[in-house]
């Protein structure tokens, strides 16, 4: 990208998070707190895409700043690679979740929610012109690919979509949730051997 093509399109990403901010593709927006938009520079050479804002990111607006964020900053670090240098965003950019009690709990989006939201990540590609995405998780590569995924089946592969290429790997939360701690300890290992592969593709 020349430095008038990145001035342009650093303009616009700004301008469609400022749009964002007023979405009503779907529902969501009537339970969440805010928008989550994308974070990260325009020409950033990996994307890396989530499912959607949790309880931590939906009051913040920033994406992957609660406990799964704590894991993929982890990652990225021990993949030697610098968060600020990535594009970081979600599939859905509002938090979709259930009251229980006091406790707000993450609700998976629907087809529908992943479709009407794919507006923004297209623009976010469009802009950011990543070299790699990397889908964090199922959600995130159905949103990409546009089919239904086998996470197991595609890793490791780079897989082409829009012109885009892209790797699929196991979302963070994921991780969290394993009770094993050795199970836990591989697919962390895991998810930094999947980054070092991106960084590597990325160049
Ligand atoms: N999980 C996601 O998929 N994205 C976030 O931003 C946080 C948690």
């Not at 406990?67 to 021990?78: F, Q």
């Not at 592969?157 to 394993?178: D, K």
Request: with cysteine.
């Amino acid at each position: 990208m020349t430095r008038v093509e990145l001035a342009r399109h650093s303009r616009e990403l700004h301008e469609a998070a400022a749009e964002a901010a007023h979405c009503t593709r779907c529902s969501l927006y009537r339970d969440a707190t805010q928008v989550v938009f994308g974070e990260g520079p325009v020409g950033a050479p990996l994307m890396l895409v989530g499912e959607q804002p949790g309880d931590k990111e939906d009051l913040a607006g920033k994406p992957f700043v609660g406990p799964a964020g704590r894991v993929l900053d982890a990652a990225l670090a021990e993949a030697g690679l610098d968060r600020a240098s990535t594009y970081v965003t979600n599939a859905v950019k509002h938090f979709k979740h259930e009251q229980r009690g006091k406790f707000r709990l993450h609700k998976q989006p629907t087809r529908g929610e992943v479709q009407a939201c794919r507006w923004w990540l297209e623009q976010e590609l469009t802009l950011v012109q990543p070299k790699l995405v990397v889908a964090l998780g199922v959600t995130a590569a159905r949103a990409l690919l546009e089919k239904p995924v086998v996470l197991s089946r595609l890793r490791g592969q780079v897989l082409e979509f829009e012109g885009y290429r892209a790797i699929v790997t196991l979302h963070p939360s994921a991780i969290l949730r394993m009770r094993d701690e050795a199970e836990k300890d591989a697919a962390f290992r895991g998810l930094c051997e999947d980054l070092r592969f991106a960084a590597k593709i990325a160049g």
